[in-house]
């Protein structure tokens, strides 16, 4: 029967890999990655001589159709990012309403984010959580953080390194400078580190240690 698998890849440590993922990478007929080289060292890993296509962000669109044709004829496909699930701040929602629409089995296999482990260690409240992803570069990106300033949530934040700064000045600008907040970077990997403390201290540390490595930031809510 024709399936798309949803398949999360680790975020940095290949042990985080389940056994579940590599039998259906093993198994589909397609997988469909992110980027063919990152993923390729991934299958060459553990084995899997699956044929691989790219399936970005700036090809996605112009895929889908094929795809659902694919699927349409009875095959089975697996979707993989670079690191975590796909769809979470990465490729992966439009092909997954596609199939939805057009009644194609979509499955979603349990597996690794980076945000659920840096919420955990943050220390800061995770009953109630909101996440927001990668801020808005230049347009509505003061509109958003005016609208966040009133969220009494948790809020979960992606970062690349070189806008770090910059994000962590915005938010001592619009939250307050003893704003609790956590940052974490290089998940499950060699160099992993969770710094925490006010968004000033916090901003202080990475001015006088520029940052590495794929970033999570949790920022506490605003005190009802």
Do not use: W
Request: aromatic residues 6%; proline residues 5%; hydrophobic residues 35%.
């Amino acid at each position: 029967m024709s399936k798309l698998y949803i398949v999360p890849t680790p975020i940095g440590n290949l042990e985080d890999m389940t056994y579940r993922a590599i039998k259906v990478l093993t198994e589909v007929d397609l997988i469909l990655a992110e980027d063919t080289r990152t993923s390729g060292k991934l299958l060459k890993h553990y084995e899997i001589n699956t044929p691989m296509q790219s399936h970005h962000m700036h090809n996605e669109h112009k895929m889908i159709d094929r795809v659902i044709q694919r699927l349409q004829h009875g095959e089975t496909i697996a979707l993989i990012s670079d690191a975590g699930t796909p769809a979470i701040s990465d490729p992966g929602f439009l092909l997954t309403r596609a199939c939805v629409t057009q009644g194609i089995e979509v499955e979603c296999l349990p597996g690794a984010t980076a945000f659920v482990p840096a919420l955990v260690n943050s220390g800061l409240p995770n009953d109630k959580f909101v996440f927001e992803g990668f801020l808005p570069v230049k347009k509505g990106r003061q509109t958003r953080l005016k609208l966040l300033t009133e969220e009494t949530r948790t809020m979960i934040f992606y970062e690349s390194p070189h806008k770090l700064i910059k994000t962590l000045g915005s938010f001592v600008e619009y939250f307050g400078g003893d704003r609790q907040i956590s940052v974490s970077r290089e998940l499950s990997k060699l160099h992993e580190e969770t710094i925490r403390g006010t968004a000033e201290e916090v901003l202080q540390h990475f001015e006088s240690k520029p940052p590495k490595g794929e970033i999570v930031i949790i920022v506490e809510g605003k005190k009802k």
